[in-house]
């Protein structure tokens, strides 16, 4: 084991809170990962950063106007709401801006044999329009929603979706009932092909064994998990894209 996964591993003893950043996918190919290495007994962080050497690229303040920030968000292991504004301000500190132009929020996870509600839906809507309302987002949307599921929503809320996104893997073509309910109200449909799972706590705490092993994996919980995605506006270029994702220790 390396001197960095050592001390790695000796920052996250002590840590209750861990934030991970891939920087950059498009840079990946010539970076590497990059954890702190140095510390003193007075420098153990309650939140530990781990990040990819020079790979976080923050948007030019010049430049702002020409780039559509986008951010789809996947409630992981948590049911506080909080996790979305948590979410939402640690992208907008990553890429230097003050504001996303568009969040999708996936699915949350409900439990086995449950079905979908409105009631799943509302704390975390209701913070995202609390985001909007405070011109931290302009849009929102929302992902594998049924027709029946986006009118519930769209009738309680008071920010509509302005995007429904659909996995085209377990639905070949749009079903009808939700296309004509989308091009009603104004609702953008898109597709996507996003697992169901995106990420489980079994297959993060595999990942941070391998790369810590002397690491009590089973302690970390992932809680949630945002992509972002920089597009050149007049060109329809991805500028930048990556990952961000936060963890606790159980009972912290």
Known sequence: MGTDSRAAGALLARASTLHLQTGNLLNWGRLRKKCPSTHSEEEFPDVLECTVSHAVEKINPDEREEMKVSAKLFIVGSNSSSSTRNAVDMACSVLGVAQLDSVIIASPPVEDGVNLSLEHLQPYWEELQNLVQSKKIVAIGTSDLDKTQLEQLYQWAQVKPNSNQVN??????????????????????????????????????????????????????????????????????????GYILQAKRKGS
Request: hydrophobic share 45%; proline share 7%; glycine share 2%.
């Open 168 to 241: 085209l893997a377990s639905c070949c073509v749009m079903p009808p009932d939700l296309t004509a309910f989308a091009k009603q109200f104004d609702i953008q449909l898109l597709t996507h092909n996003d697992p169901k799972e995106l990420l489980s706590e079994a297959s993060f705490q595999e990942a941070l064994q391998e790369s810590i092993p002397d690491i009590r994996a089973h302690e970390w919980v992932p809680l949630w998990l945002l992509r972002y995605s920089v597009i050149v506006k007049s060109r329809g270029i991805i500028k930048s894209k």
